[in-house]
């Protein structure tokens, strides 16, 4: 009975920093998203990470990119988290947007923890050919 308890408790304690990580990573892309819906673009280019910040230079080069080629991340009408997986260290985010009019799209966040928290580091349209709603 004491194995099965330190068992427990050892898997409980080698899972909450790998929950502790889905929830910062499912924050900081909700609270981007949220900002956009908000039309709060200066709000949404913090959840930028630094390298993007500098790309982008300005909350309103940002807000260009965001509106004229990520449209659905910008309007969503429905968001749904899907896997998460880590490759070479970095982390990614799957996530499936509806959009207003039903089309569904299929983005892979790219993740950067720094000292402030989590970071989008890139977002990447995949293929939704395959996804079934």
């Known amino acids: 009975m004491l194995r099965f308890i ?12 790998a929950a ?7 924050d900081t892309i909700s609270r981007q998203i949220e900002a956009f819906q908000a039309d709060d673009f200066d709000q949404a280019f ?9 790309m982008f230079r300005t909350p309103d080069n940002f807000r260009q ?12 009408a429905q968001i749904e988290y899907l896997d998460q997986r880590t490759e070479d260290g ?3 985010q799957k996530v499936l947007i509806t959009d207003q009019k039903g089309g569904v799209h299929v983005l892979d966040y790219r993740m950067l ?7 989008i580091n890139g ?3 995949l293929d939704s050919s ?3 709603v």
């Open 6 to 17: 330190l068992s427990a408790l050892i898997a409980l304690t080698l899972s909450l920093p």
């Open 20 to 26: 502790a990580q889905d929830a910062g990573i499912k």
């Open 46 to 54: 913090g959840f930028a990470s630094p390298s993007l910040q500098s």
């Open 65 to 76: 990119m965001v509106t004229q080629g990520y449209p659905m991340v910008w309007r969503p």
């Open 90 to 92: 970095t982390v990614f």
């Open 113 to 119: 923890q720094t000292e402030d928290g989590w970071k």
């Open 123 to 125: 977002v990447t349209l």
């Open 130 to 132: 395959a996804v079934a």
